[in-house]
């Protein structure tokens, strides 16, 4: 029913900054919030920033400062702005919802940051 479609992703030279995309669709009653997560190969799954329905924000301590979440609650739409990309910022990023008591997660965008 709830589907993510995250955008966004490409190569970036280190120092440089993406902005991701996230579009929610479906049938959602309420959120509870959105957030990022990234996935290296040969890692597990971490968490990066989440925004909750009433606005407030959290980052992962190796973002902080770099990366900002916002969102479009009309369009159910979350951002994550990123800046001063590093190397170690290379995943597949995914989306994340929660809501109607349930987790839902998009496909992942691919982020590459090298020179």
């Known amino acids: 029913q709830v589907q993510l479609a995250e955008s966004g992703g490409g190569l970036v030279q280190p120092g440089g900054s993406l902005r991701l995309s996230c579009a929610a669709s479906?049938?959602?009653?309420?959120?509870?919030?959105m957030g990022w997560y990234r996935q290296a190969p040969g890692n597990q799954r971490e968490f990066i920033a989440v925004i909750r329905s009433g606005g407030s924000t959290k980052y992962a301590d190796s973002v902080k400062g770099r990366f900002t979440i916002s969102r479009e609650h009309a369009k159910n739409t979350v951002y994550l702005q990123m800046n001063s990309l590093k190397p170690e910022d290379t995943a597949t990023y995914y989306c994340?919802?929660?809501?109607?008591?349930?987790?839902?997660w998009g496909q992942g965008t691919q982020v590459t940051v090298s020179s």
């Open positions: 994340n919802l929660g809501g109607d008591g349930n987790d839902y």
């Open positions: 479906g049938s959602i009653v309420g959120i509870y919030g």
